[in-house]
């Protein structure tokens, strides 16, 4: 006989994922949330917040690589780029791969997660923190992009849970607005959208908000194995509408250039031109 | 207070997806496996067998949609078409869309799924089941394509279980060599092949096996969302190469004089061209 303990996810009132779970390493309650992490039987180690799911030794990848991937080889110079949220640093790690990136500033609300996963999950970010041209600061994203100057980042890359609770403030009008004004001329801000057969609204929502201050506003697909529910989206904002139409070809000489080609288990050229054709059911929500 | 009940998915050992149910409709041992088809709160009804999630009313189109019209556009002019396994009628109905289609054979070693399936989730199938270029056989798939005579199908759509209890033998030698036989000349067969974050040996272990018979073996991918953890593959073998790698427009064309453009809800020919170039992490292992 073994004695079996599930956590069981939260998320969604009526359905869920189950983890059977091996240890656990860390339980505590921030200032924000609730942050547990545990090593699974399945899925390596796993960091839960507030009872959601939020990253997975095994498949971390898909998300960081398209969340940092993406917008970068779609702007294809970008220098200066936000991160905010993302506390494991694995977008961190991503970002900092691209040639181009002088300076990546990270911006997570809660020191906690950074801790605990510097302790824990080590291999996510890697060496990314100890980088000379990343500066991570322990703050509070809605205030930095309400003090940035003008025109100061070529990316924003916003990592959040979803818009309730702790990144709720991350989808409002003003926040959007200031990202308008800290980006540069071909400058964009991608984020989390959620699952669309689960939670439709979020991508209709949160892209309506983006519209008023950006021209030009999609999503961007990922087949992520625990934010499960078929593709999730990954909301786009940008001032050139060109970016989110890049052919292949090219797309795999910017890869070439940045050292990312071939360094990479989800992304590549050819997903990366195929993740903004999204499904018929998915583009039913974005905005007309 | 509520009472809740909860039915977990026993694929995995260490991890699952739970749904809350909302009604029990039908609980049976038939000769072949344990069927239960339930009520959900989150999914519309959803039939198990033996404890594995095999559909949904909420999400049952994506996988129908991409394993009937990706192998049927792809052909261009198939008309005779075999089905194994699909007792709920979702991929005969998609199948019998297609213009070109003459007859469709849907052989179900089990009629129990099929009687369920006509009495508890009657829109899957809609009037597929009357319509004249319909022959539904409660038979062994096996068996069916042992006797076929030579050259007699132009696609073959495999819906099978996973390669373990009914659905094993689906996966032999034999099998894909009666299939390579009962093919016509630019005869093809796609079988589902799983979830590689889950389940990598899967593709792995069965593509080798249809190498044997066919000169071309490829996979593409679907996001089904309760077929959870990222991408399923759908295992290809064909005679012609070609038809992975039709251009865009040519597919659309296709669809249009199909009938089906506008149709879908998941498919559409950018997915489906885009469905063919697979993340590195699951082209690895497609045999080299």
Redesign the interface.
């Known amino acids: 006989m073994t004695t079996d303990i599930w956590l069981?996810e939260t998320l969604?009132?009526?359905?869920?994922?189950?983890?059977?779970v091996k240890r656990e390493l860390a339980r505590e309650r921030s200032d924000y949330q609730d942050i547990v992490i545990f090593e699974?039987?399945?899925?390596g180690r796993v960091m839960v917040l507030d009872g959601i799911i939020q990253i997975t030794e095994?498949?971390e990848?898909?998300y960081q690589e398209m969340l940092a991937h993406v917008p970068l080889l779609a702007h294809g110079a970008a220098a200066n780029v936000l991160i905010i949220g993302a506390g494991d640093g694995g977008v961190l790690r991503r970002v900092l791969l691209h040639g181009s990136v002088r300076r990546a500033v990270m911006v997570e609300i809660d020191g906690e997660v950074i801790r605990l996963a510097k302790q824990f999950l080590p291999a996510i970010a890697g060496d990314a923190w100890n980088d000379p041209r990343a500066e991570v600061i322990v703050g509070d994203g809605i205030d930095y992009v309400k003090r940035a100057p003008n025109a100061s980042f070529d990316a924003i890359i916003v990592d959040s849970t979803d818009p309730i609770g702790v990144g709720e403030v991350l989808f409002t009008d003003e926040f959007y607005q200031n990202c308008a004004r800290i980006l540069t001329e071909r400058g964009l801000v991608v984020n989390q959208c959620g699952?669309p057969?689960?939670q439709a609204d979020e991508l209709h929502d949160t892209s309506i908000r983006r519209r008023k201050f950006f021209p030009h506003v999609t999503a961007y697909?990922a087949?992520?194995?625990t934010y499960?529910?078929?593709?999730m989206t990954l909301g786009w904002a940008g001032k050139d509408a060109s970016q989110t139409m890049i052919p292949v070809e090219l797309i795999r000489a910017r890869a070439r250039a940045a050292g990312i080609l071939g360094e990479?288990?989800?992304?590549?050229p050819?997903?990366h031109?195929?993740a903004f054709?999204l499904?018929?059911?998915i583009a039913q929500h974005l905005p007309g």
């Open positions: 069981n969604y009132p009526n359905w869920g994922q189950r983890f059977l699974s039987f399945s899925h095994a498949d990848f898909v699952v057969a689960m697909v087949a992520v194995p499960v529910g078929g593709f990479t288990k989800y992304w590549s050819e997903i031109a195929g054709h499904p018929p059911y």
